[in-house]
């Protein structure tokens, strides 16, 4: 069965901290992973897509990290600032097809 | 600038009623996705749809329908709402690309059924 496992599932860290977000997927045949910001009350935004040839990508704070061959990604957030608070969600999809798999998200809170 | 646009960002419907969520994209994107979203749960896909008045199933489509007339415009119903419909729900349009390319989403409507 295809699946997106998150983890943690909330986390807590001091402003200017770094903290590293994991997820584990069982999705199979693997096209690409996602990483979503989702804020309280609102819609998910995009962070990075990485397909299976990248093992790293980069969106200023955030770097996500894919190993395909053991199926794992990691989301960094480096110098963590208040407006990082917000649910990260990672999501993977098969190929072919439409469908995308969807974690159910770490839950980060940034305090001062 | 890429915009998704839900008609309301909060609602508030009595059990029985017949409720409509509409969804606006400005991409020209083909595929159109309605969620809902549920605390623990995640997001889970109700229906899509790839072209004007083509649909499918999601994973939950039970108690919703949808309408897709034209290109831009993807409409959530539930004809007949219950308290379990109380929820999160986001519309998304996809760009296209071998399995699905960049995924937009809207701002979100929160739906309380009482």
């Known amino acids: 069965k295809n699946q997106v496992e998150q983890s943690p599932q909330s986390l807590i860290i001091l402003e200017g901290k770094n903290c590293t977000l994991q997820?584990?997927?069982?999705?199979?045949?693997?096209?690409?992973l996602r990483w979503y910001k989702q804020d309280t009350g609102r819609g998910p935004v995009s962070l990075t897509i990485?397909?299976?040839?990248?093992n790293t990508k980069s969106n200023g704070r955030y770097t996500a990290t894919l190993d395909a061959d053991t199926k794992q990604s990691s989301l960094h957030i480096t110098a963590s600032q208040l407006s990082d608070s917000a649910s990260y969600i990672c999501?993977?999809?098969?190929?072919?097809?439409?469908?995308?798999?969807f974690g159910k998200g770490t839950t980060l809170s940034v305090s001062s | 600038d890429v915009k998704v646009t839900q008609s309301s960002r909060y609602l508030v419907k009595r059990t029985g009623e017949k409720v409509f969520l509409e969804c606006v994209q400005d991409?020209?994107?083909?595929?159109m996705f309605w969620y809902r979203q549920d605390p623990g749960l995640g997001l889970r896909l109700i229906y899509f749809?790839?072209?004007?008045?083509?649909?499918e199933k999601g994973d939950i489509p039970e108690g919703y329908s949808v309408s897709r007339e034209k290109k831009e415009r993807f409409s959530l119903i539930l004809e007949s709402a219950s308290t379990n419909q109380t929820s999160m729900y986001l519309c998304?349009?996809?760009?296209?690309?071998?399995?699905?390319?960049?995924?937009?989403f809207g701002p979100g409507t929160r739906l309380t059924v009482t």
């Open positions: 998304a349009s996809r760009a296209p690309g071998l399995a699905g390319g960049e995924q937009y």
């Open positions: 997820c584990n997927y069982t999705v199979s045949p693997f096209s690409n």
């Open positions: 990485m397909t299976f040839s990248e």
């Open positions: 999501v993977v999809s098969a190929n072919p097809g439409t469908a995308l798999i």
């Open positions: 991409m020209d994107h083909e595929n």
């Open positions: 749809s790839y072209d004007v008045k083509m649909k």
